[in-house]
């Protein structure tokens, strides 16, 4: 069974170590790195491209020519990718000659949930996901709240006690675990939830995975974001989402491409600037009409309406 520490430890560390890495200090509000309208860089998650069902090889070198510098694949088609007899060190040197990082990996492990066998399974699965993101060369997980779509339990305490847990698997493995923020679960739907599990976490590790279209789905302003230090958001799921199905009814198949929809991007990409952040804007859509069409195509016209939203809201 995964370890879980007490209340105790718990008070005793999340305050100093939590709060410290989790909130924007006033200082850090306005700060740039790079030039004013590039503060980001740019990623493809591959669900972006999945409905073609092009092997992963192929997906990473859209990716490239489409002008990306990162990606986000996703656990399945690694596995996949093994299957036909690929090696996790090949394909680490394949995404390196490509010019590409590999930012986070998309996994579901159910390390949250309240069934200790099925948690417990979970961690293993994690770990395993964990192993495979190293040896391909990423440092970072996504950690979505899989297994709670339904369900309203276990409480937010609970729930830092388990993210804590899997923070610790994530420094045995040297990979970072994301707290992802899902606007159509019953759990961690909420940029305010999933700061408090992040902050009361009490783990130098401790960071948010937020997305345009789960904030709009969950309820949260994008405005919130600048209580978050931007150095506790790794990367960024970017996508836009149209006026209608309303909010309630909206799905993640309604995506669109930034600027292609009526999300308040100028206010996201301002806010994410000026809270810090300097990570990876990874693009995530799942539109069945994208899938139909040529996957380079698809690539390279997200690429550019990414930059093209960002420029316009920070030019």
Known sequence: MPYEPTRRQMLNTSIAAGSAALLAPATALGASDGPPDEPFGYCLNTSTIRGQKLPLVAELEIAARAGFKGVEPWVAEIDQYTRDGGTLPDLRKRIADLGLSVESV????????????????????????????????????????????DQDDPDLETTARRYRALLELGREQGVVPQLEVWGFSRKLSKLSEAAYVAVAAGHPDSCILADSYHLYKGGSNYESLAIIAGSAMHVFHIN??????????????????????????????????????????????????YWNQDALYVARDGYEKTREAVQKALG
């Open 240 to 289: 836009d989402y149209p006026a209608d199905p309303p909010r309630e009814e909206i799905t993640d198949a309604h995506r669109v491409f930034p600027g292609d929809g009526v999300a308040p991007l100028d206010t996201l990409f301002r806010t994410l600037r000026d809270s810090g952040f300097r990570g990876m804007l990874s693009l995530e859509v799942f539109n069945r009409e």
């Open 106 to 149: 998309i996994g579901f492990a159910q390390w949250i949930v309240d069934d200790d066998a099925k948690r417990a399974a979970g961690m293993e699965e994690a770990k395993r996901v964990m192993d495979m993101t190293a040896q391909i060369g990423g440092t970072r997980l996504a950690a979505p709240p899989a297994g709670l779509s």
